[in-house]
């Protein structure tokens, strides 16, 4: 009890676990076939210490219009400009300073940038680092491309393959611009 | 003579070293490092949730505060919604996420703003509904700020807490009221 402050803390600075819930990150986190939501660690040092912000990372933010905690995907940072989809109005759009483009991996069930547009780095609270639980996919959560498939087959190496085309179509609508964030 | 009582001295001063229980007292530092660690984490959380006092810079609030050395009390334990036109508010700035800025709420949900009635920044006749889950805000000292008016409605979210009084300097310490003056006052 006397150690609360500290431990409450850590968990604000430095890393959480939390229950992560919700379609929109699919197939990425919670997909159709786990039985469990996805447990993840948050990493809050990152966001709130060293303001790396990239092109790529999973996210926790504030959602600007309700306040509660969304996970999405950054696709772009200040300076770029996006090729938005439906039902954003306007069919690019030039992020402002201090503020990024967030997309769930799932368009379909995502509440995001295109239905609320860019985003303020502020509402960003940490960034998810590595799943612990279901025990299936444990392990940090990597970059789309980097995981080894010895066998060029199978389910997981299929998933790894439609990742990483997610993410060239993400990346080929993003215009990375000159300001650094 | 002189060396030997340097020898003496060393002579007790080796004994009392070996007599010492290190292990004792890397425990008891220790522990005390911690529980400074552990107060710090308190007061901050305390800060960060609850309330204290803060020193206020920048031209951007004038006359209301001035561009240095005033300290002002803050209140962390408000819920954005509840919040009145004519707060002072402060929250994350929206063009970088390192800094707190405090400005006086002037829209809420639903309201119809002019985005700046002296045509400087937009032109006078352009006007906003504000957004739900947003507001708008406005630096008293207009000409010297950076807000609404340039970064559009300011999510919620974003919002921290509310300015409650000035608490230096003595001479011009007080509660901060809410000066808003309804023209046409609403109806509900």
Same mark, same amino acid.
Request: aromatic share 8%; charged share 20%.
């Given at each position: 009890m006397v150690w609360l402050p500290t431990g409450v803390a850590f968990t604000q600075y430095f890393y959480s676990l939390r229950l992560v819930s919700g379609r929109s990150m699919q197939p990425t986190l919670n997909p159709d076939d786990s039985v469990w939501r996805d447990i993840v660690v948050f990493d809050h040092f990152s966001i709130n210490w060293l303001q790396q912000y990239e092109r790529g990372d999973i996210?926790?933010?504030? &959602?600007?219009? *309700?306040?509660?905690?969304?996970?999405?995907?950054?696709?772009?940072?200040?300076? =770029?400009?996006?090729?938005?989809?439906?039902?954003?109005p306007d069919a690019e759009v030039y992020l402002p300073e201090g503020h990024a483009w967030v997309e769930? =991996?799932?368009?379909?069930? &995502? *509440? @995001?940038?295109?239905?609320?547009?860019?985003?303020?780095?502020?509402?960003? @609270?940490?960034?998810?680092?590595?799943?612990?639980?279901?025990?299936?996919?444990?392990?940090?959560?990597? *970059?789309?491309?980097?995981?080894?498939?010895?066998?060029? &087959?199978?389910?997981?190496?299929?998933?790894e393959r439609d990742s990483l085309e997610r993410d060239k179509r993400r990346q080929s609508r993003v215009t990375i611009g000159s300001q650094v964030p | 003579m002189s060396m030997s009582r340097l020898a003496a001295l060393a002579e007790s001063l080796s004994s009392k070293f070996k007599r010492t229980d290190w292990d004792g007292v890397t425990k008891k530092w220790g522990l005390r490092g911690l529980a400074v660690v552990n107060a710090a984490c308190a007061i901050h959380l305390f800060a960060e949730h609850v309330g204290w006092i803060h020193v206020v810079a920048g031209p951007s609030m004038l006359p209301t505060m001035s561009a240095s050395g005033e300290a002002v009390l803050e209140n962390r334990l408000i819920s954005p919604s509840n919040l009145k036109?004519?707060?002072?508010?402060?929250?994350?700035?929206?063009?970088?996420?390192?800094?707190m800025v405090c400005k006086?709420?002037?829209?809420?949900?639903?309201?119809?703003?002019?985005?700046?009635?002296?045509?400087?920044?937009?032109? +006078?006749?352009?006007?906003?509904?504000?957004?739900?889950?947003?507001?708008?805000?406005?630096?008293d000292n207009a000409e010297m700020s950076?807000?609404?008016?340039?970064?559009?409605?300011?999510?919620? +979210?974003?919002?921290?807490?509310?300015?409650?009084a000035k608490v230096w300097p003595l001479s011009s310490a007080g509660w901060f009221r809410n000066n808003f003056h309804y023209i046409d006052p609403p109806s509900h």
């Open positions: 996210v926790a933010l504030r &959602s600007p219009h *309700e306040g509660k905690l969304i996970v999405k995907r950054i696709v772009a940072l200040p300076g =770029d400009t996006v090729k938005t989809l439906p039902p954003y769930g =991996d799932e368009p379909f069930k &995502s *509440e @995001d940038s295109n239905y609320f547009g860019p985003v303020p780095l502020g509402l960003i @609270d940490s960034k998810l680092s590595a799943i612990v639980w279901p025990p299936a996919r444990f392990g940090p959560i990597l *970059e789309p491309g980097t995981g080894k498939h010895r066998p060029q &087959s199978g389910p997981a190496w299929r998933r | 036109r004519g707060d002072l508010v402060t929250y994350v700035s929206p063009l970088d996420p390192t800094r006086r709420l002037i829209g809420l949900p639903g309201d119809v703003v002019c985005v700046d009635p002296t045509g400087a920044t937009a032109p +006078s006749t352009e006007h906003v509904v504000i957004p739900k889950g947003h507001v708008w805000f406005i630096g950076r807000d609404s008016r340039q970064y559009g409605p300011v999510s919620m +979210s974003l919002i921290r807490g509310k300015l409650v």
